[in-house]
């Protein structure tokens, strides 16, 4: 792992976090009447509990309760898991809605220059609101070859933390006169005239382009997992109009020419959320001044119209429509080379550390 670190990545540095909280450190709040609430429905849920945990360990009960995500010495992005409700799995721990000290002890001076003195209590009430969120949470446990295996890793990130959303769409493509030559069959012939290598002079047509817009959401990444020492995004700022070298949202052996093959998919635009840059609170809890996270945004668009070239190994936007309503790699009647633009990258390495190009 060494060749991908380009500078020390901070304190979080190797070691995996203490956390001094644990489940016999909560103490659920009853009564005649729960003050739990749990709303349930088709598209949200949610829930609260309210409980007591001792008030000098309140800093370690909020890491324990919302988890965290981190950068380990090796480039690989940790993530401490939130924990769950106990009727209902799937709400997950997102919000701190009460803190109340139970149980005054004394006055206590002020922890740093800059703040106040503050009361110490034995207990802290605490609310903890529980909702599900769109996205897979899984452990560090749960990703292929975190750790050890990079090769393995690539791509593994998107499996958590990330949600996405599909949309369709059409362009009408107009197909001016002019003189292309396609790469084909060297037999195939479109009304007696061979098509490979032939100049063809061809009148205007309009075509369907079929495509598939998917944004892609990432949830709270470390900005210096994605970003150099000077705030570059290395590796999303270069890859920005190319498209996949290996099948992307599809199985590992997704062939040429099938949906989610190789160079059927191109990255138009990377933003954040709401173009912010935040400082996560529970994360400055834990790593002193490693606060920065961004939910990262990644514009994807899926083009597989149909070959008139099968047995060829380009697809998708490496190819150029021809008269006949298919789509055909092209030649520079120069030099006879094929178009190889837009040019590729392997779209698995976006979701690993910045230098890992």
């Known amino acids: ?142 990703l292929a070859g975190l750790g050890n295996d990079y090769n393995a890793y690539r791509g ?12 369709a769409y059409v362009d009408q493509l107009e197909m001016p006169g002019s003189v292309v030559v396609f790469k ?24 369907r382009a079929e495509k598939v817009r998917r944004k892609l959401t990432w949830v709270n990444v470390p900005l210096e997992f994605i970003s150099n020492n000077f705030g570059f995004f290395t590796k999303l700022d270069k890859t920005i109009g190319k498209i996949n070298s290996l099948p992307f949202f599809a199985e590992s052996t997704t062939p040429i020419g099938e949906d989610g093959g190789p160079h059927t998919w191109l990255l138009e635009d990377v933003d954040t959320v709401n173009n912010e840059v935040y400082a996560d609170p529970i994360v400055s809890a834990v790593f002193e001044g490693m606060t920065r996270r961004v939910d990262l945004v990644m514009t994807f668009c899926h083009f597989n119209p149909p070959r008139g070239y099968a047995g060829d190994l380009e697809a998708g936007w490496r190819l150029t429509i021809a008269s006949d309503g298919l789509w055909y790699p092209m030649r520079y009647t120069t030099t006879g ?20 190009t």
């Open 1 to 142: 792992m060494a060749q991908l670190l380009g500078r020390q990545i901070g304190s979080a540095g190797s070691w995996s976090p203490i956390i001094n909280f644990g489940l016999d450190d909560w103490l659920e709040a009853v009564n005649l009447f729960s003050p739990a609430q749990l709303s349930v429905g088709r598209k949200r849920s949610s829930g609260v509990l309210t409980g007591y945990i001792p008030f000098s360990r309140l800093t370690e009960a909020i890491k324990f309760l919302f988890g965290f995500s981190w950068v380990d010495s090796s480039g690989y992005l940790r993530r401490s898991v939130p924990v769950t409700h106990p009727w209902s799995p799937n709400l997950f721990a997102t919000e701190l809605i009460e803190c109340t000290g139970v149980q005054f002890i004394t006055k206590i001076a002020q922890p740093h220059k800059w703040s106040l003195p503050y009361a110490e209590y034995r207990l802290c009430k605490v609310s903890v609101m529980f909702s599900q969120p769109p996205y897979e949470v899984l452990a560090d446990g749960d």
């Open 156 to 167: 593994e990130e998107m499996r958590r933390f990330c949600f996405w959303s599909p949309k």
């Open 184 to 207: 084909a069959p060297s037999d195939y012939r479109i009304n007696g005239l061979l098509l490979n290598g032939t100049q063809i002079t061809a009148p205007r047509f309009v075509f």
């Open 337 to 356: 080379n094929d178009f190889d633009y837009p040019k590729e990258y392997d779209f698995n390495k976006l979701f690993t550390y910045w230098s890992d």
